[in-house]
Each structure stands twice: as structure tokens, then as C-alpha cells.
């Protein structure tokens, strides 16, 4: 069965670190391009990272540059994305999905992602 499912989520104080994963089952998952969007209360859901199938490139929204880090194990079908020094506007639920043709993953365009999880909620709050 085809599942991308989030985990490491929760509440976390400004400043703080916390590291999700994306684990994989039912497809090759070192053929896709991995990205991470988020969605906050009320907002569309935006691109957050991406990395290439293999790990060699990679793409972060400006406002996550310097904090987050996106990286993969293809051994083990699992996805990370690192999140330190976070803000409360960082707070959303956290999608992973997969990307056959890269294209839609480094252009954070959703529409084109084959594959999505159920999503991780990150609460950043003091």
C-alpha cells in the first residue's frame, strides 16, 4: 500500500528545534523528489523545501533559509526536515509528498506532486 506518513511534530517554544520525518512505503521512493509544504489556520498551503531523489540539490522558501534542512536516506524511504531557531509564524501542519519528474517539487507547485502524507502539526509558542 502507497503511504507517505509524517511524524515529529508538536509544541515547541520559540527558538526551539524539532525534526520531522517522512517515511515511505509502496513505491521506489529513491526515484521521487521529496518536498515538505506547510499549511497555517487560514492560509494556502506553501512550499517549504525540497530535495532532488538523490540528495544532490535542494530549495528552501526564503522565510525557512539559514533554519531548516531538508535531507533524505534512501536505504531506509524516509525523509527529515531539521527545523531550529523556529517562530511562531512557523506554525502549520507540515506535508510531506513525492515528486516523480522534480519539476513540481523544486517549483513548490502542489497541483503537481504524485503522492502526499496526512500531515505532522508544528505548534511554535511560549
Known amino acids: 500500500q502507497l503511504q507517505l506518513v509524517e511524524s515529529g511534530g508538536g509544541l515547541v517554544q520559540p527558538g526551539g528545534s524539532l525534526r520531522l520525518s517522512c517515511a515511505a512505503s509502496g513505491f521506489t521512493f529513491g526515484d521521487y523528489a521529496i518536498a515538505w509544504f506547510r499549511q497555517a489556520p487560514g492560509k494556502e498551503r506553501e512550499g517549504v523545501s525540497c530535495?532532488?531523489?538523490?540528495?544532490?540539490?535542494?530549495n528552501y522558501t526564503d522565510s525557512v533559509k539559514g533554519r531548516f534542512t531538508i535531507s533524505r536516506n534512501n536505504a531506509e524511504n524516509t525523509a527529515y526536515l531539521q527545523m531550529s531557531n523556529l517562530k511562531p509564524e512557523d506554525t502549520a501542519v507540515y506535508f510531506c509528498?513525492?515528486?516523480?519528474?522534480?519539476?513540481?517539487?523544486?517549483?513548490?507547485?502542489?497541483?503537481?506532486?504524485?503522492?502526499w502524507g496526512k500531515g505532522t502539526l508544528v505548534t511554535v509558542s511560549s
Open positions: 530535495i532532488s531523489s538523490r540528495g544532490g540539490s535542494t
Open positions: 509528498a513525492a515528486d516523480l519528474h522534480y519539476y513540481y517539487c523544486m517549483g513548490f507547485k502542489a497541483g503537481g506532486m504524485d503522492y
